[in-house]
């Protein structure tokens, strides 16, 4: 079987859809049909590289961390929210 070969662009996408797009490694490299080690190599090889880096300040990046760990904690908040309703309801007579 002959070996693979991956042109740089598509190694460079690769580590961007880690990087910026909130894949994990076995995600990604389930998507592209590769292996966890292929997509480890080329963040090792390509993550520091401008090309890599999301547009923008970062901030953007930094914005979309807080918003996803104030939504987690709202969701835990509702659900303690519904099971103290449902306990409350059950106490009246």
């Known amino acids: 079987m002959a070996r693979r070969q991956f042109d740089r662009q598509f190694k460079i996408n690769a580590v961007k ?3 910026q797009s909130g894949y994990t490694r076995a995600e990604a ?3 592209l049909g ?3 080690s292929h997509i480890s190599g080329w963040i090792n090889q390509f993550g520091q590289l401008d090309e ?3 547009v923008g300040d970062g901030s953007l990046v930094a914005e ?3 918003l996803r760990e104030e939504n ?3 969701k835990v908040e509702r ?3 519904k099971k103290a309703a449902t306990f409350f309801a059950k ?3």
């Open 17 to 19: 859809l880690v990087q």
């Open 29 to 31: 490299a389930n998507s």
């Open 34 to 36: 590769v292996s966890t």
């Open 52 to 54: 890599t880096k999301p």
């Open 64 to 66: 979309i961390r807080q």
């Open 72 to 74: 987690a904690k709202l």
């Open 79 to 81: 659900e303690i929210l």
């Open 91 to 93: 106490e009246q007579p």
